[in-house]
């Protein structure tokens, strides 16, 4: 089955425990994508990535890295996660990216809370 | 940053009741999107429009991209129980590469 397949779905952590959030596609898709997700503001792009080792920022990049070292994998990390990262994260991926047509597959989501 | 504004952002209509939601752009779009969540779900991918003027259907859900590829509208006939959830429209400018914009979403509620 098509589909992008993130870890874990829940986390609880401390402030400044560092976290990776795992993703990964089995569609062999170009593009991925971070979002998180709060109430009232919609869906924000954090990084993104056009292909293997090609990453570049979204609109929240601050407090988080990628990588992308294998087309599968856009793993999310959080160095040091402080209580305001607290959201539900939701990994994406799409054969070509915006310009080049075709809808995102979303991942099932992980709910961060960072306390 | 870049911004797609939808509207509304709640509605709650009536079962059997119609439904639009609207995206506006301040600059001219290459495509737009459309995706649905439920209720603790993720986003869905539903459609995409590409051209000036298009009209695209499936079932009860017709979407609509404005003459000027600036706007875009979903709208569902007679919505039901199963309808429930947000819209989310996803914008990609004819200025920037391949990022798309989503725009916060219409949250849909449906009183039986």
């Known amino acids: 089955e098509a589909q992008v397949t993130q870890n874990p779905r829940y986390l609880i952590t401390v402030t400044g425990k560092k976290l990776t959030v795992t993703c990964s596609q089995n569609?062999?898709?170009?593009?991925m994508s971070w979002y998180r997700q709060d109430p009232g503001l919609g869906l924000r792009q954090i990084y993104y990535s056009m292909n293997v080792e090609v990453t570049d920022k979204g609109d929240v990049p601050e407090g988080y890295k990628v990588s992308r070292k294998e087309k599968r994998n856009f793993p999310l990390i959080l160095e040091s996660p402080s209580p305001n990262q607290t959201s539900l994260y939701f990994c994406?991926?799409?054969?070509?990216?915006?310009?080049?047509?075709?809808?995102?597959?979303f991942g099932s989501g992980t709910r961060l809370t960072v306390v | 940053g870049q911004q797609v504004m939808q509207i509304p952002q709640y509605q709650h209509v009536q079962e059997g009741e119609d439904f639009t939601t609207y995206c506006n752009s301040s600059t001219t779009l290459s495509n737009i999107q459309w995706y649905k969540q439920r209720p603790g779900g993720h986003p869905v991918f539903l459609i995409q429009l590409v051209k000036s003027g298009e009209v695209k259907k499936q079932k009860r859900l017709t979407f609509q991209f404005g003459e000027a590829k600036k706007n875009s509208s979903l709208h569902i006939t007679a919505t039901q129980t199963t309808d429930v959830g947000t819209y989310f429209c996803a914008e990609n400018s004819m200025n920037r590469d391949d990022k798309i914009i989503f725009g916060k979403g219409t949250r849909l509620h449906i009183l039986p």
């Open positions: 569609m062999n898709h170009e593009y």
């Open positions: 994406a991926s799409s054969l070509l990216g915006g310009s080049g047509g075709g809808g995102y597959t």
